[in-house]
């Protein structure tokens, strides 16, 4: 079974950046996709970012250039390099792998954007 491991989460001030991993118990590109969710409290979840097995991303209309996906086959990981964080960011993000029957998702990770 598929595990996948949230990290880099935690408080960080407006205009400041993070930088979230998620590390996957199986080689990323066994994946349709991967990327980050996030949900925020009386919020649906949303897509944030996703890579592709071809490498190809896409991020959410409100990540407006700020946030960047990469992936690391080597490591079996994928990052996401938030900068320019806003309070608006303040929510839980997970992890997500796509696989063609089934999407495993991470425990989650807290994200707080506050002065």
């Known amino acids: 079974q598929v595990q996948l491991v949230e990290s880099g989460g935690g408080l960080v001030q407006p205009g400041g950046s993070l930088r979230l991993s998620c590390s996957s118990s199986?080689?990323?590109?066994?994946?349709?996709?991967m990327g980050w969710y996030r949900q925020s409290p009386g919020k649906e979840r949303e897509m944030v970012a996703l890579?592709?097995?071809?490498?190809?991303?896409k991020y959410g209309d409100f990540v407006q250039g700020r946030f960047t996906l990469s992936r690391d086959g080597e490591k079996k990981r994928i990052d996401l390099q938030m900068n320019n964080l806003a309070p608006e960011d303040t929510a839980v993000y997970y992890c997500?792998?796509?696989?063609?029957?089934?999407?495993?998702w991470g425990q989650g990770i807290l994200v707080t954007v506050s002065s």
């Open positions: 997500a792998a796509r696989e063609l029957s089934r999407t495993t």
């Open positions: 199986e080689n990323v590109f066994f994946f349709n996709d």
């Open positions: 890579i592709n097995l071809a490498g190809l991303t």
